[in-house]
């Protein structure tokens, strides 16, 4: 047995940010189902260890509202076609879990019942609490909010210890490390920080909620497997996101 499996996780109850774009693996569009497998893969790990589990995703991979809209469609319209393409990567993650045998419930900010759940709070935490994990697709609902503030809201309605952003790149860092190789990685930072600085960890929004609720986030990549288990285990991967005087 190895100590991973004898040590207690140090978060219980915890929400798992993966992007789209990770799930479209090297095809840059679309869903991989051998990145979709290696990412249940590693939740299944996670939901061993007795964690409660909450997942967002996002779209990306499929639609961006704001790439629409930047070509002229309608803001809102845009956006909505991208919670659609949540669904889409909610459902397939869903279904690769539970060929790994993992109970799982799809719940949507958007009501669609012959595929999945209305978001209902209180359904979503006793699924939780019987060792369900559950996908939350659709964002928020409303168009003008991003899958991270999707993250960020569902965290602290659920009352989830920790956000894990589960990203292409190791961490939070000074300017964009796949651009410019000086790149410094910060080890940990605060809310505030990551405002004024304008930093890529998420949006204003999200991490302002984050911030106003004390939720920490750890930023980690998603590729390097094993990182989704030593970061609710408390092991220091990736970056750290908290208030000033926070102990990592």
Same mark, same amino acid.
């Given at each position: 047995?190895?100590?991973?499996?004898?040590?207690?996780?140090?978060?219980?109850?915890?929400?798992?940010?993966?992007? *789209?774009?990770?799930?479209? *693996?090297?095809?840059?569009? *679309?869903?991989?189902?051998?990145?979709?497998?290696?990412?249940? %893969?590693?939740?299944?790990?996670?939901?061993?260890?007795?964690?409660?589990? *909450?997942?967002?995703? %996002?779209?990306? $991979?499929?639609?961006?509202?704001?790439? %629409?809209?930047?070509?002229?469609?309608?803001?809102?319209?845009?956006?909505?076609?991208?919670?659609?393409?949540?669904?889409?990567?909610?459902?397939?993650?869903?279904?690769?879990?539970?060929?790994?045998?993992?109970? =799982?419930?799809?719940? =949507?900010?958007?009501?669609?019942?012959?595929?999945?759940?209305?978001?209902?709070?209180?359904?979503?935490?006793?699924?939780?609490?019987?060792?369900?994990?559950?996908?939350?697709?659709?964002?928020? %609902? $409303?168009?003008?909010?991003?899958?991270?503030?999707?993250?960020?809201?569902?965290?602290?309605?659920?009352?989830?210890?920790?956000?894990?952003?589960?990203?292409?790149?190791?961490?939070?860092?000074?300017?964009?490390?796949?651009?410019?190789?000086?790149?410094?990685?910060?080890?940990?930072?605060?809310?505030?920080?990551?405002?004024?600085?304008?930093?890529?960890?998420?949006?204003?929004?999200?991490?302002?909620?984050?911030?106003?609720?004390?939720?920490?986030?750890?930023?980690?990549?998603?590729?390097?497997?094993?990182?989704?288990?030593?970061?609710?285990?408390?092991?220091?991967?990736? =970056?750290?996101?908290?208030?000033?005087?926070?102990?990592?």
């Amino acid at each position: 047995m190895s100590d991973m499996e004898t040590k207690a996780p140090k978060y219980i109850r915890a929400i798992l940010k993966i992007s *789209g774009e990770a799930l479209a *693996g090297k095809n840059r569009y *679309g869903i991989d189902p051998g990145i979709v497998d290696y990412v249940a %893969g590693e939740v299944i790990d996670v939901f061993n260890l007795g964690v409660q589990l *909450g997942i967002v995703v %996002g779209g990306g $991979n499929i639609w961006r509202g704001v790439a %629409g809209s930047s070509k002229g469609m309608d803001r809102a319209t845009a956006d909505y076609m991208g919670m659609l393409a949540t669904v889409l990567n909610a459902l397939a993650l869903q279904d690769a879990l539970e060929k790994l045998g993992v109970d =799982t419930r799809v719940q =949507t900010a958007i009501e669609m019942r012959e595929v999945a759940e209305p978001y209902i709070r209180r359904r979503a935490i006793r699924h939780l609490e019987k060792g369900r994990v559950v996908i939350f697709a659709a964002g928020t %609902g $409303n168009p003008f909010f991003s899958t991270d503030t999707a993250a960020a809201l569902r965290a602290a309605e659920i009352e989830a210890e920790v956000i894990l952003m589960a990203k292409k790149v190791d961490g939070v860092y000074d300017r964009d490390p796949m651009k410019d190789p000086l790149a410094q990685k910060f080890d940990k930072i605060s809310y505030i920080d990551v405002l004024n600085k304008g930093l890529g960890v998420m949006d204003s929004t999200a991490a302002s909620l984050c911030m106003d609720n004390n939720i920490p986030i750890i930023v980690f990549n998603l590729n390097k497997q094993g990182n989704i288990i030593r970061a609710v285990m408390g092991e220091i991967v990736g =970056t750290y996101v908290g208030r000033d005087n926070h102990d990592r």
